[in-house]
């Protein structure tokens, strides 16, 4: 059997080869997340896990000035001009995976980092589009790269939040902060469960003998434009009326169904609708963290169950191939929970298996789905990783 060579030492010849020289390689992992959609931006409550794929970046010095990304993925080379990622006015966006790149340089010149001109090299494994966040781990690894580069340190919280500034003002998707955190703060063997308001975090340890299964669809879906910015529109929407209705809410995050109840004739029926799944979601993940933590996985699964109905019927950002995935996997030995994961609209489901009896689960829920759709699904076993770290 030939082995197919890690990422790492893929990354790092490819590196060599192109630019002559060894670089400093950083690894950043993709995420997955257990419970908590759509509630980072109105300040809630998410519960992620960074997952064992992830984006390799090696990165060394040149003396022209410019900043160099190589995707080895993409088999394409984007150069930029580093001053003009200096600016306050980002350089427009190119719609390709370099902006994920550009746009961690272009947030982390806005924290007043003085980066040298460099040569990168990108390779990752987190599936493109499927809401595992690709993009997010790419956006990462580009600025632990580069704060090393530059010689600065960085906590990973607010690297975090550097990163996810790229995504919203850089790239131009409205998404939340859950991606850039799990990716930056994760821990193996840990969920983390983050307050999005606060930015507070508790890693909470997950079963040994249970395995995070992921399926992909197979539909794409893409977070920048499209339906997820729809969604969000709903959402503030729907936020702003509760905050004029109710003084005293400031974010979505502190109102109750009592209050979006007595408010519900000042918004449109779906931003009552998206509020509603966005409410009931912030509890529902207050009640996994006690069930992880009494480990009442069966409790977990519950929830889980709850979370998919709420996403599907009441933010309406499911789709059927998902939902099918979602009932199938119910119907299998060693399932304990399953759901849809990330933006919405197509991508993955997440599904918590005991351990021993994941590869079956795996097999049958990939013959059932091709059965029922012809779509021949990818199905990850996964475990909870570290977050952003150098390799060497
Ligand atoms: C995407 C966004 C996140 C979050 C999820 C939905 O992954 O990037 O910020 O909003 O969708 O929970």
Redesign the pocket.
Known sequence: MILERSKEIRAAEAHLERFGVAGKAFLAPGRV?LI??????TGGF?MPAAIDFGTVAVVSGRADGKAVFVSVNFESTAEYDLESLKQRTRPAPRGDWSDYCAGAAWALAQEGIALPGFSMTVLGDVPWGA?L?S??SVEVVTALALLSHAGVAMRPEKMAVVC?RA?NEYVG?K?????QFVVSCGAAGKALMLDCRSLEYDLLPMPEDVCMVICNSMVKHA?AGGE?GNR?DEVEAGQAALRKCKPGIELLRDATLADLEVCESSMSRESFQRCRHIITENARVMEARTALLSGDMAGFGELMRQAHLSFRDDFAASCPEVDLLVEIAGGLPGCIGARIT???FGGCTVNLVKAAQAEAFGQSLKAAYLAKTGISAEVYLCKASDGAHPLD
Do not use: K, L, P
């Open positions: 997340n908590g959609e759509h509630t980072d931006y998410v809401g966040s993009s997010a996810r995504e998707a998404s939340g902060i859950m991606d977070v997820y969000s990330g933006g919405g």
